[in-house]
């Protein structure tokens, strides 16, 4: 009974190790998860002191729980019933697509994540390329909405460093999840992203059962009061005008929105302006792509380099200037709880197809409200002027009496006009600049003309403003679609992604 026994020893190595993973996972680390996530919650305590619109409880739930919660809601199971019998595929496979799917769509939050790497990383870059301006702030407003409500912000895309500049802007306000697209599903930057509370949507997807999981997931986090951010036109201007919007996440928010429920969904306008957009000739040259084809976008390593070290010996020459400005305004929020009572209706009990026609109504509207808030600035000024002129040349006295009389009417319209300095000669000064060292406008003894093969990038930057001078559209024939905003919900039958 006492005779010893002989061990390997690999053996007792083996044994000893296990043991202390065995005392680490059942003794210590628990107490180490429970100290770090209490000083996790008091972290994000005193940063919803601070926020005027706090983290939802939601945005804090574990990545997992949140999947299985979709996974298993009601509505997506029926759907998986339906498109079981439809097509004829075993229900067990098609449970494990939507796990799939859930996994792809729903983030991981990280409050530290957020602001400690995401909004100052957007601050130094922002910072760094442009000189950022906040134009209409509708403080008073926007200090009215109940901090309970489901807040989305409703953005125009000029270029991808919208996500970039209006996260690093309302860092103040709260924590802002967006819809990306496929772009973002790159190794490294995919998780990054999803820390930062962005979830992941196929923009391009017919697929009905994914369809319904998105829209669920969608429901359940402005049911939940998350803050979101969206672009309506559901990709990047190509021509520089407002693009006809896009009403599929729109759709997914008031689909089952309760008007006599506890929490309104407020929309908060947010225009978007750039005196140079990054990406302007890649989207200049595909406006001009053949009708009805996809252009692609394709990442040109040659000519990112040669622009990138074009810009390290301008800065050392000392020659480098900041792409000029940048601004953003904020609309007047508004109420879908006052909407649906003013229109009396209630998108629940909608058939699908009047349900859309609503949708689309809602979406044009928002979309309105978007383009009276975009910001003019330096360049689009210039640009509209010179482009008002052509074929003529201009002089600089000719060139600050147009661009005082675009000034007048803009600021007449109620359009918020960005003069740098308050000084309209300096804002000139600055509009032109940017235009010559790009070689868009060139100088010759005083009388400034505009580069011919340059005119579409001209007319890209005078679209941004053209909606907000009624009846003087420069080159409208050559708009992708000069209809008016408010006439599209007239025209279209169904919802688009």
Known sequence: MWSEVTLPLWLVVIAGLLAALAFLDRLLLPSVRWALRRRANKAIGELNSRLRL?????????????????????????????????HKIPREVLMEKVKRYAGEIVPSFSAYAYFRIGTRLAKRISEMLYRVRIGIRNEDSFSKVDPDSSVVFVINHRSNMDYVLVTYVAAQSSALSYAVGEWAQVWGLRNLIRSMGAYFIRRDSRDALYRKVLSRYVHMATASGVVQAIFPEGG??????????????????????????????????????YDRVLEDRMLTSAASAEP????????????????????IGLALRGHWHRFGYTCVSFGEPFSLKQYVRERKIDFRDLPEKERFAEVEILGAKLMDAVGKVVPALPVSLVATAMLDAQPAALSLFDIKGRVSKIIETLEHSGAYVHIPRSDRDYAIEVGLRMLKLRRIVTERDGIFSANPDDLHI???YANAIAHLLPGK???AAAQEDP?????????????AE
Do not use: C, W
């Open 54 to 86: 706090q983290i939802k409880p939601f945005k804090l739930t574990k990545r997992q729980v949140l999947m299985d919660r979709l996974v298993y809601d009601p509505e997506v199971l029926h759907a998986v019933d339906d498109y079981a019998r439809e």
């Open 236 to 273: 990047l201007s190509r021509d520089g005008t407002l693009r006809p919007p896009k009403f599929g996440l729109l759709s997914y928010m008031v689909a089952a929105f309760d008007p006599k429920g506890p929490k309104d969904v407020v929309f908060v306008p947010v225009g978007v302006n």
């Open 292 to 311: 009805g084809k996809k252009p692609v976008f394709g990442f040109k390593l040659f000519t990112f380099l040669r622009h990138f070290f074009r810009q």
């Open 458 to 460: 001209l007319r890209y």
């Open 473 to 475: 559209l420069p080159n």
């Open 483 to 495: 209809m008016p905003v408010a006439a599209i919900a007239a025209t279209r039958a169904a919802p």
